[in-house]
């Protein structure tokens, strides 16, 4: 029997709030009360911790296979675990990209035997994401929880909308990085959204639009989800919180808002056109960034600049964002996480909302320090990550890189 308590903490959950003891048996939510004793149990105190469910990112680049200068498996699960997150879905533009059984099976299985947290891919949905012709959807279905051929818009609508037919047939998801190329970046934006809303309607595919940038695509979200079109949608930290005014153009793709649109994006989150905060964790090295590679580096960081900027400035509640980064991203993907209730994984994290701390290099586990953010100064900093009741990572220090068995770890403090 594998028992691990937290005691005395502060629960915030997408539900709400409370106080007192949670215990994860056999990697699931056990028991929620107050003033237990569990024999054999491993204890954490809570004390000035707050306990919310771990994160799961719905968009992130581990550039494995192809890019280890960039991230890979190992580094990116090291990334997610220090950032509070213990399910990530991949994305496909590798090298390979991940448009054949092979390389989805590669990423399952190479991330299954770090068992850090859990790796999701993502496949592609045209051979090579060149956007001219389908891949194998139907090879690719038992190994990938859903398609996009994210990087790129896929620009030809008789390609999206026989993938779409297909993605509804083999009951998976279709995520849309919406660009058209040729026109002004907001509008190439908001054609796609349009376009393939219209064709979620159409073939009752599960759509997902990510990272939203426009307020123009976000008044389309909303006006399709009224009307019951089966669409789910993203935005980023950084599109909440960092505006061009402040932030100048810092390459990222879509890039970030003017202030005005900024604000627009946080009031669509308010109101419910957002269904998850996603992180597009874009790793780059330094070399790349010079040359203008388009990612920021943010699975670490998103919490906490979430935390500093929208819950701490009080524009949304703690358990809002709970919401947004738990909550609905699980239900996106079908997981039973994201929330603090007996029978989900026993996924959680402990934060110190009041520790802050600078924003510098050493900061990241992440090959990628790509990001606009150093230098600066955040709270929320995460104490610690646990996985199905495992301790994946405690302050500063990660399992399997630093510790195998996480119960001599904790027992020394
Ligand atoms: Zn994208």
């Known amino acids: 029997m594998n028992v691990l308590l937290v005691r ?52 992130a680049h581990f550039r494995d296979p192809g890019f280890p200068e960039k991230e890979d498996l190992l580094t990116g699960s090291w990334a997610a675990a220090h950032g509070g997150f213990t399910a990530v879905s991949v994305m496909a533009n590798t090298l390979p990209p991940c448009d054949s059984p092979e390389v989805a099976r590669y990423v399952r299985e190479k991330a299954q035997a770090l068992g850090l947290v859990e790796v999701y891919p993502v496949g592609a949905v045209t051979q090579g994401l060149s956007g001219q012709k389908l891949a194998d959807l139907r090879a690719l279905a038992p190994l990938v929880w859903a398609f996009s051929d994210d990087g790129k818009g896929v620009e030809r609508t008789d390609l999206m909308l026989e993938a779409m037919r297909l993605a509804a047939a083999l009951g998976k998801r279709v995520l849309v990085h919406p660009e058209f190329s040729g026109v002004e970046r907001a509008l190439g934006e908001e054609l796609m959204v349009a376009r393939d809303l219209y064709l979620a309607r159409l073939t009752g595919a599960r759509l997902h639009l990510q990272h939203l940038s426009s307020p123009g695509s976000v008044e389309l979200v909303r006006k399709a989800k009224a009307e019951g079109v089966p669409a789910t949608a993203e935005v980023t930290p950084h599109h909440l919180c960092l505006a061009q005014e402040v932030y100048g153009d810092y390459p990222v793709n879509p890039p970030l808002p003017r202030e005005p649109a900024r604000r627009a994006l946080v009031e669509a989150l308010k109101t419910g056109v957002f269904d998850a905060v996603a992180t597009d964790h874009a790793p780059h090295t330094p070399e790349n960034k010079a040359q203008g590679a388009p990612g920021i580096s943010g699975i670490e960081t998103a919490f906490p600049l979430l935390y500093t900027r929208l819950v701490r400035e009080g524009v949304i509640t703690l358990a809002e964002l709970s919401r947004w980064l738990s909550l609905g991203p699980a239900t996106i993907m079908g997981l039973r996480k994201g929330l603090v209730r007996v029978g989900y994984d026993g996924d959680c994290v402990l934060v110190e909302e009041d520790e802050n701390f600078l924003l510098d290099e050493t900061f990241f586990f992440s090959k990628g320090k790509n990001t606009p953010l150093l230098g600066m100064r955040l709270f929320g900093r995460i104490w610690a990550t646990i996985h199905r009741g495992e301790v994946i990572y405690l302050e500063g220090l990660l399992r399997g890189r630093d510790y195998d068995d996480h119960r001599q770890v904790v027992r020394k403090g």
């Open 8 to 59: 005395d903490v502060r629960v915030v959950d997408a539900l709400g709030e409370w106080r007192g003891d949670v215990a994860i048996q056999d990697g699931v939510f056990a028991a929620l009360g107050r003033g237990f004793s569990w024999p054999g149990a491993l204890v954490l105190e809570g004390e000035g911790r707050t306990l919310l469910p771990a994160f799961v990112d719905l968009h």
